[in-house]
């Protein structure tokens, strides 16, 4: 009972203090926005350019080249419509699809959507189940190398029933919809004729896309801009066009830029601020911080087939050792909480009682002399049957990680294991870990968890040779959960595996999980309507909306 | 001629100078070099400063057993020896002015001295490296050790941090001191790499002709016609980054332009007479241009490396921005900038001091070279 | 004349052709390939090995070679794995960015360059020489990114917090317009335009302008040393004369040469330049295109660089000739 307290409490801290966050600058003049809020009809609302500002160049409006976060938002939330949607407590709700149903029996079923039939493509041309049809077939067919195939892997076949209904064929399998959340259906009529092979740099995705959702592309600048204004013929039924006339989009990577460009009125949304702004962008009236917990989790990733790292004592010797609370505060000043293993807080199986090995450099000494490596010479650093205990510690260029591997640096000295940190560019860094011979020791990095959480690539034996197996870690307990849990429809029945494999994985450490990460976004006071959440930083866009006296 | 004085009154002025040299500077003073004597008399009283005020660190040197305690040590002796060896051997001089035979270094040297800027170029970098070498006893802090970082990060420059601390609550103006060495260091051993390969080059390339200037200088032009930065950036992917390897690679990239000075030097000294006696007494080629052209074209050389030292430093520090640099947590100007960054609106300091180190030892390196231009360009010297 | 420009551009092709295949192995070496850009647990390894056959990244890099000279040559220029965009379309867009950055920087370089090394010759070792010296230094001594970044955190920034500061000295900090500029007028989108080039022509030039200032100033020296300009003062000319017309037409002969060397220097310093300001220029494409492995991007970029020294020598090369009567081309 005690431990889940201490979780508890925790976890509120994380909390206020991040409502704190929210709640200082919703109240700096909240009295006057919320005002002029209530006075501003429905009517006045529509109109105003909103520029949005992030760190990457959006690499294409085609579904099926991009992955990266950006594209992928500016394509489910902007230009296209997916099938479904997810609402705050991520249950899907209808979008292009008014509804589905679902037959079948036993391990096979039958998923049916039902489309709405008043889209239209931004060209003229009726949105219709062939579309689904066409971007099904493309993405499983492997020529055309769709990144996220796996998505659809227990998928088998689909089948148009009438110009707006689509039945797929599939394996029975939990989060059997939540492909249809993130894949944006492509217009036949005008990728049909395009070989698989070369749909992935075909002209549409950059130069010419033609969309179906609440905005319609206008232009895109190489490396300066792409805008995109509002769709007036979006459905009525989904609420009509949005509020915004114009929405930009523009890429600039200098922090101090950003910041500038924000704070004088240039930029109205600045995504993923760099954790050391978040003080002076509350300390100006002009913009204010929101802040989510988002899916991705920070992690050293120790090479386990090395003598030093193969012991999982020494793992967790090594966690103990690690003051994470301090990397948490150092690092995101405070944007984070102290990780606990591979399921992050915003899902489901999230084990809340497990509570995180505390910092105890005390212990890990301790655990380090009892499995053997003893500093014996006196250097300093401990040593087993004439291996030292030092190693190096890489990272790609990314001032946060650098900054953990310096902290890691300094907490392992403390007990006698020397760390010798290198950064290293992010492609041969990328090259040496996945390589076949792991020619690494260990290694800062994070990851981006699914909403349909499947950790078989990254610690299931059968991936041994795979190429995210990074910490080489083999249980047999943890591939026989992995297996089953993929499979298990009912959560109830799922949870106890989930909460097992959480307990094995915090006991084994293949990695040392770090922090889970809190995204803080910059939001100009001029725009309002603005929600962010886990679903997206862009969810809410076709509500944004500027208030008619502060439009540019 | 008219007030010259006798031998006695020469005698006596003399003595009375070597009894004045006793107090480093002093004797230059009395004798009118202002600038020479007040500044050899600042270095002493700033190397006897350290000596007085940070006592116990020195001592500690003794205990400490690390290698930079004792380079300071030794620095700091050697200064202090060195400004009275200058006062004294200075004094000894000035009594025997006039009489000393001109080579064309001297002259060059007394060309230098007559330009103050470059002396100025001169005394920055003297402090500079001394400085660095002293850094153990100029300041209590270790340059990547760091403590309670809440309670010490960020604090604004002040008596105690007289350029602040940084994100973790290191010491900024330990780290400059202690980056300097590693800024420095890349910057020299790069240059002597590009220098010695430039002037090889540029020599064989001018001397030989033909062929051989055909392919080399083609070659040099490839890489001259090369953005700099993308060359270094695609060699430095290929590899791990480090200290050896930066400077290997940018000692390897930079040489084109040396060699192409040298060459134009070279081609108008192998038809000159002495070059065209060595062939006639039939002296191999490399004998020819190590001993006899070289030697000549160390003028234009030494200048673009005085000056090339500036611009790898500046390389540096762009490499540092696209993280290409050295890794942490060692410091190099380049890479506490690079930290600096995010953070440029609420701390300031992190990112303006060291940019304001590379600024003044890059205006050293430039005062100096172009003084050496000046002074070993017989064209430019002053007319007078 | 013409058979000069026509020989020289002759002999640029085998330089341009050994920067190309030197650039395409050390790509090829350079550890990772472009499919390193979709590495995540949910891309299985067969998409990755599907990716490379459909850019061809799975054949023996002799036939790739010889593929991409082959289609190089008939002028494609390939489409960039990373932007999934024609090549040539990206270069449409973007070399114009860089050209008007560097070509205001140029300007500025040696406009000002050229005034300043004029006053610190004539008053050689003078107090204005020094200080100008020193000046001129200091402001050469600055790397071009840290620069960048004082003049946004000054002129982009604190001086909103200032209510006297005059609008038109308050810049903007990024991009090369600002969002509403399809709404301005004619006049409106040259001040806009101006407006954002100032600070990052600033950061891009006023050190390379310091560079010149000391060319010019040991130039001009030469030239006041020479007999002729003794004869022109002798014969009575007035002073600013003899320096502006008799001495400043040969002392600008090395400087013009000087605008050859200066091409690579100005678009490597746009690499980072680019970057602070957000500016969709080359320097960015060409940093990004090598990151991630974007072999069509990294080979028509450098191609372009290269070919833009190789002009800018040239032009460098047929100015000298135009004022420098003693030199023929045969």
Known sequence: MGGKGAVDVMHRALITSLSAVLLLSGCRDAGDRSDREESISESQRYGGTAVVTSLNEVSSMNHFASIDE????????????????????????????????????????????????????????????????????????????????????????????????????????????????????????????VPPAELKQHPFGSENPVGNGPFRFVEHRSGDRWVFEANRDFPESLGGRPYLDR????????????????????????????????????????????????????????????????DPIVRRALTLAIDRQEIVDVVQQGLGSVATGPVPPFHWAYNEDLEPLAYDPESARALLEAAGWIDRDGDGVRERDGVSASFELKTNPNPAREDIMTLVQANLADIGVKVRAQVQEAQSLGRDITSPERRFDAFVLGWSAEFNLDDRPLFACSALDGVYQWASYCNPRVDEILERVVLMEDRAQALPLWYEYQDIIQRDQPYTFLYYDVRANAVSERLRGVEMDIRGDLVTVKDWWIDPADRR | MSDSPGPAAREDAGRSLRVASLVPGLALLLRGHRLAGLSLMALAACLVAVLVFAFDRVRATFSAGRLDYWVALFTLLGGLAAAWGLSMGSAGR?????????????????????????????????????????????????????????????????????????????????????????????GFIAVGISVTLGTAIGAVSGYFGGVVDTVLMRFVDLLISFPRLVLLIAIIALFEPSITLIIVVLGLTLWPSTARIVRGEVLSLREREFVLAARALGLGAPRIIFRHIVPNVLGPVIVAASLGLGNIILIEAGLSFLGMSVPPPTASWGNIIDGGREYLVRAWWVATFPGLAIVMTVIAFNLIGDGLRDSLDPRLRMRR | ??????????????????????????????????????????????????????????????????????????????????????????????????????????????????????????????????????????????????????????????????????????????????????LLGFWGKLGDRIHHLVLPSIALGVSSAASVARYMRSSMLEEIRQDYIRTARAKGLPESSVILKHALKNALLPIITLLGLWLPFLFSGAVLVEQVFAWPGMGRTIIEAIYQRDYPVVMATTFVFAAMVVIGNLIADVLYALVDPRIRYE
């Open chain 1, 70 to 193: 950006t594209s992928q938002e500016l394509q489910d939330f902007v230009l296209f419509m997916t099938l479904i949607r997810y609402d705050k407590a991520l249950e899907p709700e209808p979008y292009l699809a008014e509804s589905w149903d679902t037959a079948g029996s036993g391990d096979k079923m039958v998923l049916t959507f039902h489309l709405r039939d008043d889209v239209r493509w931004h060209d003229g041309e009726p949105t219709t189940a062939d579309d689904v049809k066409f971007t099904f077939d493309r993405i499983k067919d492997e020529t055309t190398a769709y990144p996220r195939s796996a998505l659809l892997a227990l998928y088998d076949s689909a089948v148009v029933r009438d110009p707006y209904t689509i039945a797929f064929y599939l394996e029975r399998h939990p989060g059997f919809m939540d492909p249809w959340r993130t894949i944006a259906p492509m217009p036949e009529h005008i990728l049909g004729d």
């Open chain 2, 94 to 186: 000035l009594s025997r002015a006039g009489t000393a035979s001109a080579s064309q270094w001297a002259i060059a040297w007394r060309e230098f001295e007559k330009n103050r800027l470059a002396v100025l170029g001169l005394y920055l970098l003297a402090v500079l490296y001394l400085a660095t070498l002293l850094a153990p006893f100029l300041t209590p802090f270790e340059p990547n050790v760091f403590g309670d970082i809440a309670a010490t990060r960020h604090l604004p420059p002040s008596l105690e941090h007289l350029m602040g601390t940084d994100r973790f609550g290191r010491d900024v103006f330990t780290r400059v001191l202690y980056g300097a060495r590693i800024s420095l260091a890349i």
């Open chain 3, 1 to 182: 004349m013409t058979a000069y420009v026509v020989r020289r551009l002759l002999q640029s092709i085998p330089l341009l052709f050994g920067i190309l295949t030197l650039v395409f192995v050390l790509m090829h070496a350079a550890p990772g390939d472009p499919t390193a850009m979709y590495m995540h647990p949910g891309v299985s390894p067969e998409v990755l090995e599907q990716m490379r056959e459909n850019w061809g990244l799975d054949q023996p890099l002799p036939i790739q070679y010889v593929r991409w000279m082959k289609s190089f040559l008939s002028g494609d220029f390939g489409v960039s794995l990373a932007q999934n965009r024609p090549v040539a379309s990206i270069l449409a867009e973007r070399i114009p960015n860089t050209l008007i950055l560097s070509g205001v920087s140029l300007l500025l370089i040696f406009a000002i360059g050229i005034a300043i090394g004029i006053i610190q010759a004539v008053r050689q070792y003078s107090l204005l020489d020094n200080v100008l010296t020193f000046a001129a230094l200091f402001i050469y001594s600055m790397p071009s990114f840290w620069l960048g970044l004082m003049l946004i955190l000054i002129f982009a920034f604190k001086v909103y917090q200032v209510d006297w500061w005059p609008d038109v000295l308050r810049f903007p900090a990024s991009g090369m317009t600002s969002v509403n500029y399809d």
């Open chain 1, 247 to 310: 929405l930009v989009y523009r890429a600039i990577q200098e922090p101090t830029t950003k910041l500038s460009e924000l704070l004088t009125g240039e930029v109205d949304v600045y995504i993923i601020v760099a954790p050391a702004q978040t003080a002076e962008i509350e300390s100006h009236p002009e913009a204010r911080i929101i802040t989510y917990p988002n899916r991705n989790y920070a992690f050293i990733n120790w090479n386990g087939r090395l003598p030093f790292f193969s």
